[in-house]
């Protein structure tokens, strides 16, 4: 247990949706990063967030946005939801926002969309 | 440029033999390489990393190897045994700060 935690576990829901994915860090962990686990693309970074603000973007899709509030947890919104959007959604945490900063990983929430 | 190639995509290997997974990076300004495995199922977990500033670094069965000049770093693990069975990913930061580029993956089959 990496003491990251991540809610739902599974999701299925359908096309043109929007979801909310919710990430808890470690315990004094500032840094929240999200990524996309599918089986094509490999993992691929989204977004960080740093203590509230956003510090670094990846392939983020404009359909997609997060957040991170002042009690330090994540969320990741997806809407108009496509048949491609169906992957692994992983958040992790680290103590600070340095790309060196050990990274760890929450089990995922894995999306359907049907 | 953010590209980082890992090869090969899938490796089996009998227990007690020798892995070896090799990245290539193209960014000559990356600095960190850290790589993590990943069991079916599981999260990713970083298992070893290296700066640009050392060649190796090993960690008992595992060890990480950087050619800064060819634009390279492999992990090898030695004494292969069954638990080893999991997909491995390297990753670099090209000229980011904040954010790493993983590759492709390799899946990895310690067979007994």
């Known amino acids: 247990d990496s003491g990251v935690t991540q809610t739902p576990k599974h999701l299925i829901t359908a096309t043109g949706q929007r979801v909310t994915l919710r990430c808890s860090p470690r315990s004094g962990d500032l840094s929240v990063y999200w990524y996309q686990q599918s089986l094509d693309q490999g993992l691929q970074f989204l977004?960080?967030?740093?203590?509230?603000?956003?510090?670094?973007k990846g392939n983020i899709l404009e359909r997609f946005s997060a957040q991170q509030f002042p009690d330090l947890h994540s969320?990741?919104?997806?809407?108009?939801?496509?048949?491609?959007?169906?992957?692994?959604?992983?958040?992790?945490?680290?103590?600070?926002?340095?790309?060196?900063?050990?990274?760890?990983?929450?089990p995922g929430t894995r999306l359907l969309v049907l | 440029g953010e590209n980082v190639e890992q090869h090969p995509s899938t490796l089996s290997v009998q227990e007690g033999d020798s892995a070896v997974i090799k990245c290539t990076y193209s960014d000559s300004a990356s600095n960190y390489f850290p790589w993590y495995k990943q069991e079916l199922g599981k999260r990713p977990q970083l298992i070893i990393d290296i700066r640009s500033n050392v060649g190796e670094k090993k960690d008992q069965r595992i060890a990480v190897t950087l050619n800064k000049t060819a634009k390279h770093f492999s992990l090898h693990i030695t004494e292969t045994q069954p638990e080893d069975s999991a997909v491995y990913f390297c990753a670099e930061p090209g000229?980011?700060?904040?954010?790493?580029?993983?590759?492709?993956?390799?899946?990895?089959?310690?067979?007994?």
Do not use: H, M, W
Not at chain 2, 95 to 112: A, E, M
């Open chain 1, 47 to 56: 977004i960080q967030y740093y203590n509230g603000e956003e510090r670094a």
């Open chain 1, 75 to 106: 969320e990741l919104n997806l809407s108009s939801l496509e048949l491609g959007d169906s992957a692994l959604y992983f958040c992790a945490s680290s103590v600070a926002s340095g790309v060196r900063e050990t990274q760890y990983f929450g």
């Open chain 2, 95 to 112: 000229g980011s700060n904040y954010k790493l580029t993983f590759g492709k993956g390799t899946l990895l089959t310690v067979n007994p």
